[in-house]
C-alpha cells in the first residue's frame, strides 16, 4: 500500500491588503517563520505572535497568518492545550497531594482535580471527610487515566476539573482504543 503526503507548500508574504485568491476559490495560506516579516502595510493591527518593528508586522513564531478584517495574527503550528470551560478532556495523574490530584492534560500547567469535585463510590453527596482524603489513591492513582470536564480556571492559568457526572471518571483500559500491531491480529486476510 502506498500513501502519499502533500506537505504545504511555502507562500510569500503579501504586502497588499488584497486577498490572495487560488484557483478553487479558497484563501492562500501564508506560512511564516520567526522573525519574517507578515507585511509592511501600516493599515493592519497585529494580533497574536506578532510584533511591529519599525513600520513591518513581524512573526514571533512559525504558523500560519490569519486576517481578521484589519487583524493580522499568525497561529502556531505547533501549541500546546488551551482549554475552555465545558471542555472535556483525558489527563493522567501526575500527583496526589492534599485534597487533590493533578492531571497533565497537555497543557502548559497541570490541571487541578478537587477532592470536592469527584464522587465517591456509592454515588452517595455527602461531605468529604478525613478518611477520604487518607484513600484519594484509591479513587486515583498515579499513572491513571481521568475523564474530566474543565469547570473553572485558577488566576495562575491552571485548569480546574470535576468528575461529578457519571460519563466522567477513570479510563478503564478496555475502552482506550490501542492499534493492532501486525503480531496481534487474531484474523486472517
Do not use: C
Amino acid at each position: 500500500m502506498h500513501v502519499s503526503i502533500s506537505l504545504p507548500q511555502r507562500v510569500q508574504p503579501v504586502d497588499d491588503h488584497e486577498d490572495v485568491e487560488m484557483t478553487n476559490g479558497e484563501e492562500a495560506k501564508v506560512v511564516v517563520g520567526p522573525g519574517e516579516t507578515v507585511t509592511s502595510d501600516t493599515a493592519f493591527m497585529r494580533g497574536h505572535g506578532t510584533y511591529t518593528e519599525g513600520d513591518s508586522l513581524v512573526a514571533s513564531v512559525a504558523g500560519v497568518v490569519e486576517r481578521v478584517n484589519k487583524l493580522l495574527s499568525v497561529r502556531p503550528l505547533r501549541t500546546r492545550f488551551n482549554g475552555e470551560i465545558g471542555d472535556v478532556v483525558i489527563g493522567r495523574v501526575t500527583e496526589v497531594v492534599q485534597k487533590r490530584w493533578k492531571l497533565d492534560i497537555n497543557a502548559r500547567q497541570d490541571a487541578v482535580l478537587l477532592l470536592s469535585s469527584v464522587n465517591l463510590p456509592g454515588g452517595v453527596q455527602r461531605r468529604k471527610s478525613e478518611s477520604d482524603e487518607l484513600q484519594m489513591r484509591t479513587f486515583f492513582a498515579e499513572g491513571d487515566l481521568v475523564s474530566a470536564e474543565v469547570q473553572t480556571f485558577f488566576a495562575d492559568g491552571a485548569a480546574s476539573v470535576h468528575t461529578r457526572s457519571a460519563k466522567y471518571g477513570k479510563v478503564r483500559k478496555e475502552l482506550l482504543y490501542l492499534p493492532e500491531t501486525p503480531h496481534s491480529s487474531t484474523h486472517t486476510p
